[in-house]
């Protein structure tokens, strides 16, 4: 069993080395014990429930992010569990990581619950921008084009601090549309896989969701829905690797477990589309064999799509009970999102252009006519003139409802 210090339990648990050092005299840490002079304390110990009568219930998250599951505080496949019982003594990380979780493994109804407890308890803003994301998430399973608009609601009303904030949220939005139905909204920073409007700890989940942005401007030249000068056919999609491989092999040294399944099953389609299939395999096994410990069903289901018949021989190598689990769930799941795709396409979304709905975007955030003209370069009539173009496309009263369609 690995132990920590003093000093390393109470920066864990957000307390005082003095109150550490009590609770050890007490004997109400269980597994501490003296070592000489000093106490060692089990890495998986977590903080008894009296707390001190100043303290706050709610810690602050232990990383800076919305995807926490995203981050090295899952570091090891088959400890998911683990990890999470290391978080109990923080109701928000250990709600937002269990729904995380949760929805990995393919457990929509769970994920529902647990999304509810921060999204109405007052919860920050990471919080709240992972609990919206995993409502979006729940939407595409159940196919519920009113739960999309309130889980976007959600994200829209993130209590954001300044620019930075923002720029996560319009990632945010930018993410949830892109797995329905196209990858327009990413912010150009984003495009150019400039994530420096990020907090660290969101750059290996900023990563994954880069490759699959790139995945898709990839698939859309290849199917000739999407040009670009000098580029046509697989060209792309064969080039893919080379940049996704050395964001694998920083997955693992980061020893970010999620990420590192996403990346090896977005290398695996790239070389699949491309052709090398020895290749793909070997990534789609590592992938595989990262997922299954944990029972992360839910996130394979998402690349039936893409492999078929293939991706369940692979599984069944190492779980023949895994296959008809992952089979059970992309058949809900590929009923509800081709369900939400068309709800969502069909939607007033459709009718706008890129700028008009960059424009609705500010508008939601709550930006006057005169900032939005000074941020996009244009004159404060132009704003004006859109805005009422938009409103005659959606049918909406006002820009103040925005937010529902975007």
């Not at 648990?13 to 550490?20: C, D, E, K």
């Not at 999470?84 to 393919?106: C, D, K, S, T």
């Not at 173009?389 to 959606?394: A, E, G, Q």
Request: positive net charge; hydrophobic residues 45%.
């Amino acid at each position: 069993m690995k132990y920590i210090t003093v000093k390393e339990a109470s920066q864990k648990w957000n307390v005082s080395t003095r109150r550490v050092q009590i609770l050890c005299n007490q004997n109400r840490i269980k597994g501490a014990y003296r070592f000489g002079k000093s106490w060692m304390i089990p890495s998986t110990a977590v903080l008894p429930n009296a707390r001190l009568k100043n303290q706050e219930p709610h810690l602050p998250m232990p990383r800076k992010s919305p995807f926490l599951d995203m981050t090295n505080l899952y570091n090891k496949a088959g400890h998911a569990d683990e990890c999470a019982e290391m978080l109990v003594n923080q109701p928000e990380a250990h709600a937002l990581f269990q729904a995380q979780i949760a929805y990995r493994r393919g457990e929509i109804e769970k994920v529902y619950e647990k999304a509810r407890y921060f999204l109405h308890s007052h919860s920050g803003f990471y919080a709240i921008l992972g609990g919206g994301m995993l409502l979006a998430q729940c939407a595409i399973w159940r196919g519920d084009i009113f739960l999309w608009k309130e889980a976007k609601q959600h994200i829209f009303e993130a209590p954001c601090k300044n620019d930075h904030d923002r720029e996560l949220v319009s990632l945010a939005l930018a993410i949830i549309d892109s797995s329905i139905y196209d990858n327009k909204d990413y912010p150009e920073w984003f495009k150019m896989g400039n994530f420096e409007a990020l907090p660290a700890h969101a750059h290996p989940a900023a990563k994954v969701f880069y490759v699959k942005y790139l995945y898709m401007t990839a698939y859309a030249i290849a199917t000739g829905q999407f040009s670009l000068d000098g580029v046509a056919g697989l060209a792309l999609m064969r080039m893919l690797p080379n940049a996704i491989e050395p964001l694998v092999s920083q997955a693992v040294v980061d020893q970010t477990v999620v990420p590192e399944i996403y990346l090896r099953m977005s290398c695996a389609v790239a070389y699949h589309n491309s052709g090398q299939r020895e290749k793909a395999i070997a990534h789609m096994d590592k992938a595989i064999a990262l997922a299954l410990p944990d029972g992360m069903y839910g996130l394979l289901t998402e690349y039936v799509r893409h492999f078929g018949d293939l991706l369940e021989q692979r599984i069944a190598l190492q779980d023949q009970r895994a296959v008809d689990a992952v089979k059970s769930l992309y058949n809900v799941y590929s009923v509800g999102w081709a369900r939400l795709s068309g709800q969502v396409k069909d939607n007033a979304i459709s009718n706008l252009d890129a700028k008009d709905r960059e424009i609705a975007k500010l508008c939601a955030f709550g930006f006057t006519n005169k900032e939005i003209a000074s941020m996009l370069y244009m004159s404060e009539s132009t704003i004006s003139h859109a805005i009422t173009r938009i409103l005659n496309k959606t049918g909406l009263v006002s820009k103040k409802d925005f937010a529902f369609i975007l």
